[in-house]
Nanobody, 126 residues
């Protein structure tokens, strides 16, 4: 399975950005998806997760209400819409997938992701 993130960039505080994760090599409908981020000098942290159907999701407390995770199973793509961005959101953002059995629908735990993308840089200026 291959994951390719895109859409990162530089944005001013208060602005918005949408990043994408294109997944190939596995039936996307079987994959639970998560977004993580890693800021300089800090450990990687969970940001958001979505189930295979898209009906279930979970967020880091500090992004709840500002970020929205979604997916388009026809396009094999997951998204993270980020609004009201803050300088502390600056990080490399990674998408990851957990390969589940067919017809499953769950939000994965933070340690369950086995495949990762290379990341996309998001920089929020103050």
């Amino acid at each position: 399975v291959r994951l390719v993130e895109s859409g990162g960039g530089l944005v001013q505080a208060g602005g918005s950005l949408r990043i994408s994760c294109l997944v190939t090599g596995r039936p996307f409908i079987n994959l639970a998806v998560g977004w993580f981020r890693q800021a300089p000098g800090k450990e990687r942290e969970f940001v958001a997760a979505i189930s295979q159907s898209g009906r279930k999701s979970r967020y880091l407390d500090s992004v709840q209400g500002r970020f929205t995770i979604s997916r388009d199973n026809e396009k094999n793509t997951a998204y993270l819409q980020m609004n009201s961005l803050k300088p502390e959101d600056t990080a490399v953002y990674f998408c990851a997938v957990d390969i589940g059995p067919p017809a499953s629908d769950y939000v994965s735990g933070e340690l369950d992701y086995g495949e990762w993308g290379q990341g996309t840089q998001v920089t929020v200026s103050s």
